[in-house]
């Protein structure tokens, strides 16, 4: 629904992505983004934010109006639309493709907010805290902060690399509750266990695996009285590898018990079914640090507030296009994106109540402990959202009414006949006593063979399956075994067609 309404409006989702030639490979695009990129020139407005724990974010803004070099502030009442980013691992509002889409939105009208990661963007780290792969309490703060100081303006929200992590993953815990109108996530890693293990797999991904490593260390030199006093010191030194560095410091800080029960419950492909607002969500069939594994597809195609748009290059958070690499494909596609549909009806509205978290990971086997037999003696789940226990139990007492009623009956009938006959024949005699027992007692067979009917039937079918199986499985080995049955046999033959040859 939301792919008709708004994505087909947007030229770039529908074209085929060119990279730029000389640019062809996912590594060379890559490299060239982290050491140019080509980044427009501007200058931000800077606001240093608070949380609750103490812990000190730098917003860096450029408004619509900067562009005319005009000094300006936003009203509190102003309906501009609003646009909240969120770098990546160890980058802020300095990066080259965080500078291509700020640069990109506020020339359309929009006012942009970079969100920094603590200890980014040159602000220390003034509490206990750091954030991590899937630390959403920042961006949650930022963002109710600036829909209660600007409550008129439609926000959205952009996440890249690992901030695109931790917004879907906010996306999914928040479900309706969020104040965000749209989002886009671009190149996420989605299921960081998958990623890592890639990460460590090849050559060249074990290098960009040390480069990462390298700024992850760079970080938390610049603030080594914190992570010192924090976290294992000499491990962080000593790290080769993200790992490494998430058991010495990550997992630490955050209290999470391993590296794999971080990556886990930071994963967002485990939220993605939760996200109720309109998202689009942008990955490189070729990227060499976020694998196409951990995509989602079903999740994705599963929620019908989910666009996911694959292209074959890219890179990681490139996509440069043009002869001379000026633009980054996915930056159009986002702004096209967000502007179709801030112009839509298709917006999400905030909803008052407070939205309870259903993961993805949750399975409906896990809610189904009960059976049913069915009336040909196959079994059949019933889950939690089948009938109550009260209402099976109501549906029950009906037929144990009339079981019992007709019971009465047939007893009151016997009774009645045994009445009668007694007027007529005041002593029965033992042959009739004898019958009547015997009546009974075929009673009591019939009631035995219909129960035990389902039961042999099953029990048929259980057989006949059992023996369709072996056939099969004796079809198999004949079919898989016959090359070496066949040599053999062969060899026998050979065998002995040579001792009648050699005894004449």
Not at 50 to 69: H, K, M, S
Not at 181 to 203: E, M, N, Q, T
Not at 467 to 496: D, Q
Request: overall charge neutral; some cysteine.
């Amino acid at each position: 629904e939301i792919y008709h309404c708004v994505a087909s409006k947007c030229r770039s989702l529908h074209g085929r992505y060119l990279a730029t030639p000389w640019l062809a490979s996912p590594h060379l695009q890559t490299l060239f983004l982290g050491i140019h990129g080509r980044p427009p020139s501007f200058t931000y407005k800077r606001q240093l934010y608070t949380v609750r724990d103490g812990g000190t974010i730098a917003l860096d803004w450029l408004l619509a109006f900067d562009l005319e070099d005009a000094d300006e502030i936003i009203s509190k009442d102003s309906s501009t639309p609003l646009l909240v980013v969120v770098p990546g691992l160890t980058s802020d509002s300095d990066a080259a493709y965080a500078k291509h889409l700020v640069h990109s939105m506020a020339r359309k009208g929009w006012n942009v907010v970079v969100s920094n990661h603590r200890g980014l963007g040159g602000v220390s780290i003034t509490s206990d805290c750091l954030y991590n792969g899937g630390w959403t309490e920042d961006v949650r703060e930022v963002i109710n902060y600036l829909h209660r100081k600007y409550p008129k303006a439609p926000m959205f929200c952009v996440g890249t690399s690992i901030g695109a992590n931790i917004l879907v993953k906010y996306l999914g815990e928040e479900g309706e509750s969020t104040p965000l109108a749209g989002a886009a996530s671009i190149c996420s890693p989605w299921d960081l266990v998958v990623c890592d293990r890639f990460i460590s797999r090849k050559l060249v991904q074990r290098f960009y695996d040390k480069a990462l490593a390298f700024g992850l260390k760079g970080y938390a030199k610049l603030h080594q009285p914190v992570l010192a006093r924090l976290a294992n010191w000499e491990g962080i030194k000593k790290s080769r590898s993200i790992r490494e560095f998430d058991h010495h410091a990550t997992c630490i800080v955050a209290k999470y018990e391993t590296v794999d029960t971080y990556y886990r419950r930071c994963s967002s492909a485990s939220f993605v079914g939760n996200v109720s607002v309109p998202l689009l969500c942008i990955s490189a069939l070729d990227d060499p640090l976020c694998t196409r594994e951990a995509i989602p597809w079903d999740e994705c195609r599963a929620n019908k507030n989910i666009v996911l748009a694959t292209t074959q290059n890219g890179g990681h958070l490139a996509f440069f296009q043009g002869l001379t690499a000026g633009k980054l494909w996915w930056v159009g596609a986002v702004s096209e994106f967000l502007c179709a549909l801030h112009d839509s009806s298709y917006m999400h509205q905030q909803k008052a109540e407070e939205h309870v978290l259903h993961s993805s990971l949750e399975s409906s086997i896990d809610k189904s402990p009960y059976v049913n037999i069915l009336g040909d003696g196959m079994i059949a789940p019933v889950g939690n959202d089948g009938p109550p226990s009260s209402q099976i139990s109501d549906d029950l007492k009906p037929n144990a009414t009339v079981n019992s009623t007709q019971e009465d009956e047939e007893a009151k009938e016997v009774e009645n006949r045994s009445g009668t006959d007694g007027d007529a024949m005041p002593a029965q005699s033992p042959a009739a006593a004898g019958s009547t027992k015997q009546q009974g007692e075929e009673r009591y067979a019939d009631k035995i063979r219909d129960a035990m009917a389902p039961v042999k039937r099953s029990v048929n079918k259980l057989a006949r399956y059992q023996g369709r199986s072996v056939w099969l499985l004796a079809y198999v080995a004949l079919v898989t075994s016959w090359p070496l049955l066949g040599s053999l046999a062969f060899m026998l033959f050979r065998k002995k067609s040579r001792h009648p040859l050699s005894a004449k």
